[in-house]
């Protein structure tokens, strides 16, 4: 139940870390709240929202502009004619709309990202604050334990002084004292441990602790609805995927359509006539201007066609990909319900008959000990059943809350 080591590191950090640190008490939705606002891997996540917004404003970028000198001895025997020309490729007006399709998609595909990863943390912060709740309802049963384990050993030990009982007895009351106490340190640690996780999800730095008096049972109302995992962020990102590869396809198919050329020019011709008598002719401060207008297409198609094929394939695989993702979280919600079922029906049976049995063997034991109806060693057996009933309803709480949480985290609830 315990991770040894675990404990040992838990305590040996915190113990330097947090001793002076100041504490501070939260509830499960202030947990969940301050690790939305802090936990870094969310912050990470969330800044791809921005980083798609500025792809968005790019998609009606333009190739760049060509300035061209053109010098030399182009025309006739001068050697100093010189061109400027200027030209601009504009890509077909459907590839713009294409690439802010996908930007769009990419931008839906990043807010998705986050409600996923945001589901993941709250379940992640619930988990431990149940498992936090359930190591703290521990602690207290262990403190029950050693009062009565206590009076135990001190009792066995006056009786032993006075020659009315065994070293059997002494011994082995004071050895169920020196394990409940073990046991109570390791749990202290492994609180420390939690609380130290905790802190790490909320992406604070102050130390942390829950609220001790919530309540130890997680509410839940199950919903008869076998689609229930259609609302989980995650399968909806799966499937944002599918457009994100269908958008991609478009920007290819669509780059591969003629793109326009316009251009000016404005250049010398020493030497060339300025009218029709041929009676003036050009010298190197005459200009001569014009504009280029053209298409621009691949004499190629063979790459660009596999190009798009590849785009195509990448949408079937986005598809089935989903697919896989949907079974699963199906799969995996149907087994939750069933674990769910029985998790819910032991700790019934715990909470109406175990559990109160449990509290009647450890009273009617010690007031019959006490009386003298029942020695030593079946006291010790009836305390020992009485607290393993105990423990197991414990065990039977974390099972249900544990079972509980990762349903919600399925249905994004």
């Known amino acids: 139940?315990?991770?040894?080591?675990?404990?040992?590191?838990?305590?040996?950090?915190?113990?330097?870390?947090?001793?002076?640190?100041?504490?501070?008490?939260?509830?499960?939705?202030?947990?969940?709240?301050?690790a939305y606002a802090n936990n870094k891997n969310l912050q990470a996540v969330s800044a791809q929202t921005e980083y798609y917004q500025y792809q968005k404003k790019a998609s009606t970028e333009l190739p760049k502009t060509d300035v061209t000198l053109t010098y030399g001895q182009y025309n006739s025997f001068y050697k100093q004619d010189n061109n400027i020309t200027v030209a601009q490729t504009i890509p077909f007006p459907t590839v713009f709309s294409a690439k802010s399709s996908l930007a769009n998609a990419q931008l839906k595909g990043a807010s998705l990202q986050v409600a996923s990863t945001k589901n993941e943390l709250a379940y992640q912060v619930k988990q431990v604050y149940y498992q936090l709740l359930f190591w703290n309802r521990y602690k207290q049963m262990l403190q029950n334990q050693d009062s009565?384990?206590?009076?135990?050993?001190?009792?066995?030990?006056?009786?032993?002084?006075?020659?009315?009982?065994?070293?059997?007895?002494?011994?082995?009351?004071?050895?169920?004292?020196?394990?409940?106490?073990?046991?109570?340190?390791?749990?202290?640690?492994?609180?420390?441990?939690?609380?130290?996780?905790?802190?790490?999800?909320?992406?604070?730095?102050y130390a942390v602790q829950i609220n001790s008096s919530d309540s130890l049972i997680r509410p839940f109302t199950m919903l008869n609805d076998s689609a229930a995992v259609a609302a989980n962020p995650q399968l909806a990102y799966m499937k944002q995927q599918i457009e994100i590869a269908e958008r991609e396809k478009s920007v290819i198919s669509n780059s591969a359509l003629p793109e326009f050329k316009i251009g000016y020019f404005n250049q010398t011709l020493y030497g060339a006539p300025l009218d029709a008598?041929?009676?003036?002719?050009?010298?190197?401060?005459?200009?001569?201007?014009?504009?280029?207008?053209?298409?621009?297409?691949?004499?190629?198609?063979?790459?660009?066609?596999?190009?798009?094929?590849?785009?195509?394939?990448?949408?079937?695989?986005?598809?089935?990909?989903?697919?896989?993702?949907?079974?699963?979280?199906?799969?995996?919600?149907?087994?939750?319900?069933?674990?769910?079922?029985a998790a819910q029906s032991n700790l019934a049976y715990y909470e109406k008959s175990a559990l109160p049995n449990a509290v009647l063997i450890e009273t009617q034991s010690k007031l019959s000990y006490k009386n003298g109806d029942i020695g030593y060693t079946q006291h010790?057996?009836?305390?020992?059943?009485?607290?393993?009933?105990?423990?197991?309803y414990l065990s039977a709480v974390n099972e249900y809350n544990q079972t509980v949480i990762y349903i919600e985290y399925l249905t994004a609830r």
Request: proline share 2%; net charge neutral; glycine share 6%.
């Open 277 to 341: 008598a041929n009676s003036q002719f050009a010298g190197p401060n005459n200009r001569f201007q014009g504009v280029q207008v053209g298409l621009v297409f691949p004499l190629w198609f063979y790459p660009n066609v596999n190009s798009s094929k590849a785009a195509g394939t990448q949408v079937e695989i986005a598809q089935l990909n989903y697919e896989s993702e949907q079974i699963m979280y199906q799969s995996l919600y149907d087994q939750a319900i069933q674990r769910y079922l």
């Open 1 to 34: 139940m315990i991770n040894p080591l675990r404990t040992i590191v838990s305590a040996l950090l915190l113990t330097g870390s947090t001793a002076f640190a100041q504490t501070k008490v939260v509830s499960l939705d202030t947990a969940v709240s301050i």
């Open 148 to 205: 009565s384990y206590s009076q135990l050993a001190t009792g066995a030990a006056l009786r032993y002084k006075t020659g009315d009982g065994t070293l059997l007895d002494k011994t082995s009351a004071e050895t169920r004292l020196s394990e409940t106490r073990n046991t109570q340190m390791q749990v202290a640690a492994e609180i420390l441990g939690l609380n130290s996780q905790l802190q790490q999800l909320m992406g604070v730095t």
């Open 380 to 392: 010790l057996l009836n305390l020992q059943q009485a607290i393993a009933i105990q423990e197991s």
